[in-house]
């Protein structure tokens, strides 16, 4: 079982930049890969990043990269999203996930989500 709380979200103009954590409970935090993943209002959720159990893979969805970084401390229990470069597109709750399997959906956990909001 592993229980996900995410922070870091608020509201900040277009060409900001956050830094989301997901602070994770549980011993083997280190045996997932975690994720995070959006979803505007009136929008269907969007995978945004990925990140392996070692931190040595990550994947990224076209609309973000070159602009977010998915990072994870394992001694920590947290995986952070770096977000640059903000867009008023990038508007949305975030949520962060975790999964035993770093190429598929990653959904097994969910946290509770944080809003972040760009406005132009």
């Known amino acids: 079982q592993v229980q996900l709380v995410e922070s870091g979200g608020g509201l900040v103009q277009a060409g900001g930049s956050l830094r989301l954590s997901c602070a994770a409970s549980g011993r083997t935090f280190s045996t997932y890969a975690m994720a995070w993943i959006r979803q505007a209002p009136g929008k269907e959720r969007e995978f945004v990043a990925a990140?392996?159990?070692?931190?040595?893979?990550?994947r990224y969805a076209d609309s973000v990269k070159g602009r977010f970084t998915i990072s994870r401390d394992n001694a920590k229990n947290t995986v952070y999203l770096q977000m640059n470069s903000l867009k008023p597109e990038d508007t949305a709750v975030y949520y962060c996930?975790?999964?035993?399997?770093?190429?598929?959906?990653?959904?097994?956990?969910w946290g509770q989500g944080t809003q972040v909001t760009v406005s132009s």
């Open positions: 996930a975790a999964d035993e399997n770093f190429w598929g959906t990653i959904d097994d956990y």
């Open positions: 990140i392996s159990w070692s931190g040595a893979g990550k």
